[in-house]
């Protein structure tokens, strides 16, 4: 049984089928899947696919290509949203510098509100990182160390930098590109790992593993991100597996299985 944490099954591409990319992922032996969302209207309905099906939980938050979106009452509505049961994460949250944006201190800034409000609320939360490792890791030590305190999400830093966030409280989570048969530096980044913070993702409907690469993602396909870390650390996904469910529920207040009565700690299903 695993989890996905990091899906956006909000997006057109899996929304069309939602009740069969469900049942496919059901079938494959996953147990949760976080909905993640990057702008006030897909954290709305993050919380809604959470709220109607027991195997999803709900992340909310405005991701850094999304600013444009950014209104004065967002992070308002946003900190609502945020205290509905089914919500176990803000994010996803940080800095993207791969298409030079120019206006990399208006990121920041989303970047330092929003962990301030994670904070506050005490969610961990998701941390979107690309090629902005520098500025994203100072920004993470300005806000200062927490206990669970959220996710590096689709890792693509260096060793050093995954121990300075592990040291900060942070988990370490992979997606597809850990299968690629040329992400040899990611496999060895992931082999250093300490096991007990590492998570599996699959950042559907994107970055499909081998043997899917090019296709649609779907959550069933984390089974093909576990089975390589697993054998990273010389496991096989039955022992293995337990190991990183664990480490997803603990981080994110999983109380229960889907369809029991806790979402997150401290809060009860209606």
């Known amino acids: 049984m695993l989890i996905d944490t990091h899906a956006h ?34 954290s ?75 904070r506050t609320l005490n969610l961990p939360v998701i941390i979107h990182d690309r090629e902005a490792h520098a500025d994203t890791l100072a920004i993470l030590e300005e806000a200062g160390p927490r206990q669970q305190a959220g996710v590096m999400h689709c890792f ?44 599996c993702e699959t950042d559907s409907p994107y970055l499909s593993p081998e043997p899917y690469r090019g296709q649609r993602n779907e959550p069933a396909r984390v089974l093909e991100v576990a089975t390589q870390l697993a054998a990273l650390f010389k496991e096989t996904l039955p022992t293995f597996a337990p190991r990183l469910t664990a480490n997803a529920r603990r981080l994110f207040g999983l109380e229960a299985f889907p369809g029991d009565s806790l979402g997150r700690a401290g809060h009860t299903i209606p």
């Not at 909310?60 to 308002?76: F, Q, R």
């Not at 940080?94 to 989303?110: F, I, M, T």
């Not at 060895?188 to 096991?195: L, S």
């Open 9 to 42: 099954l909000q997006e057109p591409d899996l929304l069309s089928d939602l009740e069969d990319v469900l049942r496919r992922a059901q079938a494959a032996g996953i147990e949760g899947i976080i909905c993640v969302g990057y702008d006030l209207p897909s």
């Open 44 to 118: 709305r309905l993050a919380v809604k696919l959470a709220e109607e099906h027991p195997l999803i939980w709900a992340a909310v938050g405005l991701h850094p290509e999304n600013l444009d979106s950014l209104a004065p009452d967002t992070y308002d509505r946003l900190a609502e949203l945020a205290q509905r049961p089914r919500v176990v994460a803000w994010g996803e949250i940080g800095l993207d510098y791969v298409h030079g944006d120019p206006d990399r201190a208006r990121q920041k800034e989303a970047f330092r509100r929003q962990l301030e409000i994670a």
């Open 156 to 199: 693509s830093g260096s060793a050093e930098l995954a121990r300075e966030c592990l040291a900060l409280g942070y988990y370490i989570s992979f997606a597809g590109p850990v299968t690629f048969k040329n992400a040899r530096r990611v496999r060895e980044v992931a082999a250093t790992i300490p096991a007990e913070r590492l998570l």
